[in-house]
């Protein structure tokens, strides 16, 4: 296995000058240099194509014993310095203080055909960030993490990717509920790859800790390797360092709103300051559209994490990056007009992207998509297959679609609605025929934005019932199937259908929890 290694985080950044691994407050330093904790027992679960390719590695090189060892913790890569990142942060709303990568160790960084990749294990043992845990993580949640972070990728949604999922052989504990009912679970680790796993906490930890010095070396690390483009640093490029942020978090909050993903734990430390979809924890996907839907029973009470929230938090959490970076900037003004701008630019992307949704050319009234989201929510309509359902719909022909609607329905008093929808699809077929756009191209630019598949939740659940008992044929056939999420695949067409009722309250698939 022969890397091309390039380091920069741990050589450009100053380092924790302990080298101890024991809980504790770092304070002047972005990282702390730890030593990943020995599996007991590795196998390799799965392995990505993509992403090998991606850091420069082949199928060859994933089959060997130094892959296994390597990415299970097992090993360390040669002339490496795996390391913890120190960063702090706002959760549920609340400043918590230190956090740090508690359960996340980052081994190296490589450089392959130009781009820069960081490769990171997430549940590899504890670090000094690792407060009163226990810094793993168990084979349920890295199933989520592995599956939803690639198939996020093939929907077109910046995210981190994962390159590997392995079995530690060790037990884990956990109460996933947190309801007293803590039980063994299989140990596991997800190597996750991004170009940097940098977060809006890793500026607000220097900020908190009045450290200029190093709230302005990361800045530059970040801007220099991430956001070249801005060129020279000046409080100018630091503004248009933010505004470049911005505008990566409002289209990531877009293009999680056109899927129908649920984050479900959108703290700072969980914003991603290249604009990546970053830690997979309860997250959950859309089904019946319902905007005030979490999938976090941790969130379960104020539902901050909410679907029809997620933009709001957004902005909440970019407000929180623009104090962290304040002292680099002095001035607030260009600060306030760039927050403000997110808000003034939201509407018009989300009216433009359900616009696209509806495969109209121009951008609709914003009435009428307020009207279509409210009978979305009202006719409790999956919407998922609603859009994917969309493209067959015949203008000259609107209220024929009605029995798609039924298909794609949850509700059982759907009749009640069957004359708003009437009246709702009469205006959208007058619309198409105005906009006289080819049939051919409108169905396929839909189905280039309505993806047929998604890794709803009771998916990612039976793929983990069946990898707890050692069969993991359903976590590969996810995996395939969400390489190609936009295009028909015949042969699984069952993966294209309603939730199934036994989901809608069980444990996993509706109901999920911080504990992973
Ligand atoms: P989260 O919001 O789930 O991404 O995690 C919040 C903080 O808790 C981060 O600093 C994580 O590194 C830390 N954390 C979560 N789970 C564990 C764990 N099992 N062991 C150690 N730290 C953890
Ligand atoms: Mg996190």
């Not at 809980?23 to 972005?30: D, G, N, Y």
Request: aromatic residues 12%; glycine residues 6%.
């Amino acid at each position: 296995m022969k890397l091309n290694l390039n380091d920069t985080f741990n050589r450009e950044l100053p380092a924790d000058t302990i080298t101890e691994n024991y809980v504790r407050q770092v304070p002047k330093a972005a990282f702390s240099y730890v030593t990943p904790k020995t599996p007991g027992n590795p196998s390799l679960i799965h392995y990505s194509p993509n992403m090998l390719e991606a850091v420069g590695l082949t199928e060859v090189d994933a089959k060997s014993e130094e892959f296994l060892n390597v990415f299970s913790g097992k090993e360390i890569y040669p002339e490496t310095n795996p390391y913890a990142m120190a960063y702090a942060g706002h959760q549920f709303g609340n400043w918590a203080g230190q956090l740090g990568d508690g359960r996340a160790i980052n081994l190296f960084e490589v450089n392959h055909k130009g781009e820069q990749w960081t490769l990171q294990l997430k549940g590899a043992g504890k670090t000094p960030y690792s407060r009163g845990a226990d810094g793993l993580a168990v084979l349920r949640s890295s199933i989520r993490e592995y599956l939803c972070s690639e198939a996020m990728f093939h929907l077109g949604v910046p995210t981190t990717r994962a390159l590997s999922l392995v079995l530690t052989g060790d037990e884990v504990l956990r109460d996933m509920l947190y309801n007293g009912n803590a039980a063994y679970e299989k140990g596991a680790i997800v190597c996750r790859v991004a170009p940097s796993f940098i977060r809006f906490g890793n500026f607000q930890i220097f900020m908190v800790q009045q450290d200029l010095e190093n709230l302005k070396k990361l800045t530059d690390y970040t801007i220099r390797h991430f956001y070249p483009h801005l060129g020279e640093l000046s409080k100018e490029t630091y503004v248009e360092f933010f505004r470049a942020v911005v505008e990566r978090t409002l289209d990531l909050m877009i293009h999680w709103e056109r899927v129908g993903f649920v984050h479900g734990v959108m703290n700072t430390d969980n914003l991603s300051i290249l604009g990546l979809t970053i830690d997979y924890g309860p997250y959950g996907w859309l089904e019946d559209y319902d905007p005030n839907w979490t999938p976090n029973t941790t969130d379960a009470g104020q539902k901050r994490y909410r679907f029809g929230n997620q933009a709001a938090i957004g902005l909440w959490n970019l407000l929180q990056l623009g104090n962290a970076l304040f002292p680099l900037i002095e001035d607030a003004a260009p600060l306030e007009e760039i927050l403000d701008g997110y808000q003034t630019n939201y509407l018009p992307k989300h009216v433009r992207m359900m616009s696209d949704k509806l495969g109209l050319k121009t951008p609709a009234e914003t009435d009428f998509i307020v009207e279509l989201e409210t009978l979305l929510y009202q006719s409790e309509m999956d919407l998922t297959l609603f859009f994917r359902n969309l493209s067959k719909f015949d203008e000259n022909n609107p209220t024929e679609f009605w029995t798609l609607l039924q298909e794609s329905s949850y509700s059982n008093n759907l009749e009640n609605f069957r004359e708003k929808w009437n009246i709702f699809l009469a205006v959208y077929a007058e619309i198409l025929i105005a906009e006289n756009r080819e049939k051919s191209e409108r169905i396929e630019s839909m189905n280039r934005v309505n993806p047929k598949y998604v890794l709803r939740n009771y998916m990612a659940q039976l793929a983990i019932d069946a990898a707890d008992e050692g069969d993991y044929s359903i976590v590969d056939e996810l995996f395939n199937l969400l390489l190609k999420p936009y295009d028909e695949q015949p042969e699984s067409e069952k993966w294209f259908a309603k939730r199934p009722d036994w989901a809608k309250t069980k444990v996993g698939c509706s109901m999920l929890s911080c504990s992973s």
